[in-house]
């Protein structure tokens, strides 16, 4: 298992950007696939991007499709998401996810580690 830390969100207007990284302590980061989540107050965990442990694949949640990227630097152990075009929607906590297969995780299931979150407020 590893702990993961999230940093980088904050307040921000509408049409903004921010970026998101979480550091992963561990050994063994790099034979994780890697996950984002957000969980909106009064609202579910949801699955916002997802990469593989090589960083080949991807996916993404359709919400945030051409204004998110999800990317990761192994020799770090961290895994960012660049967060573009900002909306008031986008206001939620933002957890980092550890797992061994990206194709569960886009389905929400997480058999690994979770980060503390990191929250990110989008202002109109």
């Known amino acids: 298992q590893v702990q993961l830390v999230e940093s980088g969100g904050g307040l921000v207007q509408a049409g903004g950007s921010l970026r998101l990284s979480c550091v992963a302590f561990?050994?063994?980061?790099?034979?994780?696939?890697m996950g984002w989540f957000r969980q909106a107050p009064v609202k579910e965990r949801e699955f916002v991007a997802a990469?593989?442990?090589?960083?080949?694949?991807?996916y993404y949640a359709d919400s945030v499709k051409g204004r998110f990227t999800i990317s990761r630097d192994n020799a770090k152990n961290t895994v960012y998401l660049q967060m573009n075009s900002l909306k008031p929607e986008d206001t939620a906590v933002y957890y980092c996810?550890?797992?061994?297969?990206?194709?569960?995780?886009?389905?929400?299931?997480?058999?690994?580690?979770w980060g503390q979150g990191t929250q990110v407020t989008v202002s109109s």
């Open positions: 561990g050994r063994t980061f790099s034979s994780y696939d």
């Open positions: 990469i593989s442990w090589s960083g080949g694949n991807t």
């Open positions: 996810a550890a797992g061994s297969s990206i194709r569960v995780i886009r389905l929400g299931y997480v058999d690994g580690s």
